[in-house]
């Protein structure tokens, strides 16, 4: 009523009231800010309360979902909402300690924002009217993390590094020091997040033999998700260095993870694809890079995709296939795969000074992209694409002539090129030494190979992976198969009395005819 | 102990690289076992500013380390290249002591190393390791040009680079790696070629006289008939049309059983 009011008088009396209404509108701004927090932090609280339901049931999926759902808002975050928060949640004595801590957090940041410092005293008068009545309670360790992975959360996001590592430090050292399984998850974000500080002041290097750790107490406690993020965390930290060898060795020594997030999984399957492909592994780097895609969500995490992407494009190359012209012409990822596309092209035509000549016009990106070691080794594809296509159009043809349509920089090489090209199976072709020349042999028809079952049998079993994955994803009643167990276990029982019951009478039988006997 | 007192042994063990390798071999192992006793032996933090005794003795194990490698490289003592390799690489990196002007040496003719022994994949993980605006010097770009040569096949590219090698420790390697390289020739001749004469063989294998190549004939199994060796496809379709239905049937079978199970 009173916001029409102030509207409708605002309209009539243009001129008179220019500074009233700027007034009015800043409370009014101030009432809806007032409101948003308002709503927000009974946001905030209340996945506090999902947590604390999830931590009496023991479900994690209660958990994440509150994990989700406060991360999803974790740009409404505010100094004053974290304040309120910590004021409500910690305000018994126990948590008097952490409540200071992150006061104080919160206070080393107060220069970035000064709009939060200024509305802060307001934002606290109102509210304890709102809580005091209510005794101050004892709360939940995972309430505590959690508050304190928001306070994180936002040093983080209003790019307060310093403080922000401190915060998690802190944070990681009094989740390690308890055991308790419900933190698994919370804890896991917090590693997350304590690595992703270390990266951002530019010292990842520095918590490597941290994480190790970390991953040994996870493995002994059984707490997967921890397992799952500190793996992907190492080997981020390795390939960020390029310690390829070391993070190979982190792979293969880890016993098989048990992977309970697809993000995670998808994450792990890149960094593999990664280390496969640069140890010439293609094929099982191309498997691991798809698998990651698939498992990546498909509408956000673009720059997730466009690396995976732009990685299993180089791969596809040097295994000497060409790409589907549909993963360049994606929406959301064409421009930013276009110096990729381009590189696709010159392969599949088998120019070898274009190619260069792309290389040359886009090695910035490449190199920023840490595909340019990958992509100079596809050289030798585009001459094999450049002899494959020769080889399919004559049936004879000299060294010399080869030489010419490929512009090789020296021509003594042909025949050895040839020769190795024929030996990997790129091209079925004889040598004729004195002539100087190559001939094709007659080509045979694909049909007669073992090639189509082979491609039939690579699709049938990635849709029965496929669905083995779907079953093992969906959700059963904990004790659906107890109670089916059970049914059937008595009807066994009764079938094996009925059984014995049987046999005794046949051998009472028997002991009648030997008797009668 | 400290830098000063070793250095006479150290300036000893260089003497003696030239001169007796055997000798030097001896010195190396009392040096190391003097480098334990440092007190810089267990400093292994890349970035902590060092004490100037600190930083004497991390150079002199450094550079002894990297005589090492070149002692072994010339010697073609690959196995103690290799653990020389691992123990100077922690020396590499650091921001703390100024870098080793022997480093792009060291690495270089470590990727010449792997490449000789036909060790591409790990080959590929130390490049990955080099930044990429090393890659132009003189002593890393020629294992990388040997190894675009050895996949594409140029290799008589990389026998004429035989002796331009920026170093005169490759050369035991490059000796390795044309080996290597002929057994590849060797390798695609017999799927390429129906029939050679020895003559182009020997120019093909860059062998300097017919008896190397007479040699080489014979580890390999070829028939030499005359003046010109005949490679014979090898055609086994008989075992493979088994193989095949095997397969097949194998192929089947699970694809029944893993139906079985959906339905």
Redesign the interface.
């Known amino acids: 009523m009173t916001d029409k009011d102030t509207k409708s008088k605002q309209t009539s009396q243009k001129d008179d009231t220019d500074v009233v209404m700027g007034e009015k509108e800043e409370t009014e701004q101030e009432k809806i800010a007032r409101q948003k927090k308002e709503r927000s932090s009974i946001y905030f609280s209340k996945d506090a309360q999902l947590i604390q339901r999830a931590v009496h049931q023991q479900d994690d999926r209660l958990m994440n979902r509150a994990l989700r759902q406060a991360f999803a808002q974790r740009s409404k975050l505010t100094k004053s909402i974290l304040t309120q928060l910590s004021d409500t949640l910690l305000s018994h004595e126990s948590h008097k300690e952490s409540q200071a801590k992150l006061k104080e957090y919160l206070s080393k940041s107060a220069s970035s924002d000064q709009m939060e410092t200024d509305s802060q005293p307001e934002q606290s008068t109102p509210t304890p009217s709102t809580t005091t009545p209510q005794q101050p309670k004892q709360v939940l360790p995972e309430v505590e993390a959690f508050l304190h992975l928001l306070t994180v959360l936002f040093l983080i996001d209003s790019k307060q590094y310093q403080v922000a590592q401190q915060a998690a430090n802190d944070l990681v050292e009094s989740l390690q020091s308890q055991n308790r399984r419900t933190l698994n998850l919370i804890g896991a974000k917090a590693l997350f997040y304590y690595a992703r500080t270390y990266e951002l002041l530019g010292n990842a ?1 520095a918590i490597r033999s941290n994480l190790l750790n970390a991953l040994r107490t996870s493995s002994l406690r059984h707490d997967h998700y921890g397992q799952n993020v500190l793996v992907n965390l190492l080997l981020r930290n390795y390939l960020q260095d ?4 070391q993070a ?1 060795k982190l792979i293969n020594k880890t016993p098989t993870v048990d992977f309970r997030s697809n993000s995670q999984l998808a994450r792990f399957y890149y960094y593999k694809g990664r280390i496969k492909s ?4 293609y094929s099982d780097a191309y498997n691991c890079l798809m698998t990651a895609i698939r498992k990546a969500p498909t509408n956000s995490a673009k720059g997730f995709r466009v690396a995976a992407y732009k990685l299993a494009i180089i791969v596809q190359l040097l295994m000497g296939e060409i790409p589907e012209h549909n993963v360049f012409s994606q929406p959301q990822l064409r421009s930013a795969l276009k110096p990729y596309l381009e590189l696709t092209k010159q392969v599949r035509v088998g120019e070898l000074l274009k190619f260069k000549d792309t290389v040359d016009k886009y090695a910035d990106v490449y ?1 920023a992209d840490k595909t ?2 990958l992509i ?2 596809i ?2 594809n585009v ?1 094999r694409t450049g002899l494959k296509k020769i080889s399919t159009s004559y049936s004879r043809i000299s060294f010399s002539d080869i030489s010419q349509k490929l512009h090789f920089d ?1 021509p ?2 042909v025949e ?8 990997d199976g790129i091209i079925d ?3 004729d ?2 002539g100087k020349f190559i001939q094709s042999r007659e080509t045979v028809d694909v049909y007669s190979t ?1 090639e189509p ?1 082979d491609a039939f ?1 690579k699709r ?1 079993n990635l849709c ?1 992976k496929t ?1 083995d994955e779907a079953v093992r994803a969906m959700r059963f009643p904990p004790d659906a198969n107890k109670q089916k167990a059970q049914i059937q276990e008595a009807e066994e029982r009764r079938k094996r009395q009925e059984e014995l019951a049987e046999e005794l009478e046949r051998e009472d039988d028997d002991d009648d005819a030997e008797e009668e006997f | 102990m400290g830098a000063n007192e070793l250095f006479p042994l150290f300036q000893k063990f260089k003497a003696a690289i030239d001169s007796d390798p055997q000798n030097a071999k001896k010195l190396l192992g009392d040096l190391k076992k003097q480098f334990i006793l440092l007190n810089s032996f267990m400093q292994t933090s890349t970035t902590a500013t060092l004490s100037e005794e600190e930083n004497k003795e991390i150079l002199l194990i450094r550079e002894t380390l990297e005589l090492a490698i070149l002692l072994s490289a010339k010697t073609g003592d690959l196995e103690s290249f290799e653990r020389h390799m691992s123990q100077v690489r922690t020396y590499y990196g650091r921001t703390n002591v100024e870098k080793s002007t022997r480093e792009p040496l060291i690495l270089g003719l470590n990727l010449l190393r792997l490449l000789a022994q036909n060790r591409i994949a790990e080959f590929h993980t130390e490049l990955e390791l080099i930044p990429i605006d090393q890659h132009g010097d003189p002593y890393i770009k020629f294992p990388i040009d040997m190894e675009l040569c050895l996949m594409e096949g140029s290799y008589n590219k990389l026998r004429v680079s035989r002796n331009k090698e920026p170093a005169p420790e490759y050369k035991v390697f490059m000796d390795v790696l044309i080996e290597t390289v002929r057994k590849e020739i060797a390798d695609c001749s017999e799927k390429a070629y129906k029939s050679l004469s020895t003559a182009d063989a020997q120019k093909l294998l860059f062998f300097g006289s017919p008896q190397e190549l007479q040699q080489f004939t014979k580890e390999r199994g070829w028939k030499v008939d005359g003046s010109s060796i005949k490679f014979e496809a090898e055609k086994d379709a008989i075992g493979t049309f088994h193989e095949q239905a095997q397969d097949v049937i194998y192929k089947t079978l699970s694809y029944a059983k893993e139906m079985e199970r959906i339905v």
Do not use: G
């Open positions: 290097s390029n310690l390829v060898d190979s640069i140890q010439l592994d190199k340019f070691t100079q080794r050289r030798q001459i020296n003594d090489d050895l090129i040839v020769a190795k090209a024929i030996r072709a004889i040598i030494h004195q073992t079952s049998h049938i029965l669905h």
